[in-house]
């Protein structure tokens, strides 16, 4: 259920999120998994 994001979904959704919030955390989830991608990716071309 962690790995689905369940609690984290069930926590968040606890409270109001306005929707300016939502887009700015929506893109900061976003940056994060891209810059998580390119280290990947940076960490498997360098072997």
Known sequence: M???GLYR???MR???E???ERRAREKAEAVRRFRKLMRKRAERDEL
């Open 2 to 4: 962690q790995r689905e």
């Open 9 to 11: 979904e069930l926590r």
């Open 14 to 16: 606890r409270h109001y």
């Open 18 to 20: 306005k929707p300016s």
